[in-house]
């Protein structure tokens, strides 16, 4: 992972960076986190950033760890929420193999499983899954690669409207809105120059299976065109894009199934 990458961000944040939660049309991370919220239970949240789900994390719940890789955006977290006492930060990599973590009730985990690298990938969700209760529930959002390929498709057929011919419409896809080291047969699209893991549903569920979880639920953020095209024309509407959101159990035993 490159914390340098991210430190760069921080200034920018909120232009550059996606938010799922402000985002989110249907309001449902914001449910969910509702939902299984308690002023008596401890909730983390893995890879804050600036601290976009803090506000709703620190008033469902009694404390809140939060992490992340960069300390810049780790310092932004804190000044937004200087107001806010029962938060602690500490940017940590939680790649990390030696990495020990407070023991919590709850986790968040929105779009962090993104990096290119596999490996990476698995350790970050064994420390989660090691950093739970048992019992605990984890939340998390990961881009949809289902979503990409329809996104594309409705690109497709915007630009045969406005006259295209089939071929160029074609390229005008995919293969050159997203062209880099990425491949779509594995999950990696180009997306402002950045290798970003997408997932299929099913491979999500064996993801978390795998990691020892239990899936509780699963289902679609949807977002608004707009956070695919400047400028979506009107008839461009349902179904929308999105990202897919699992809700998992580490079992009461503390051990995985997977």
Known sequence: MDRQYWDSKAVNYNDEIFSSIHSDMGGKIRKIIRKYGSRKKTACDFGCGIGLYLPELSLRFK??????????????????MKNTGNITYRPVDLSCRSLRLPKADFGALTNVLIMEN???RKAILKNVFKSLNPGALLFAVVPSLESVLYVNSRLFEW???????QDEAVDKGLRSAHAGKGSVSNGLINIDNITTKHYLKEELELFFKGAGFKIINMDKIEYSWKTEFESPPKWMRAPY???WMAVCEKPANGKGSG
């Open 118 to 120: 596999s490996y990476v």
């Open 241 to 243: 894009p999105w990202d």
């Open 159 to 165: 630009n045969i409207r406005d006259g295209i011919k």
């Open 63 to 80: 404390t809140v760890h939060a992490f992340d890789l960069s300390p810049e955006l780790i310092k932004r977290a804190k000044e937004r």
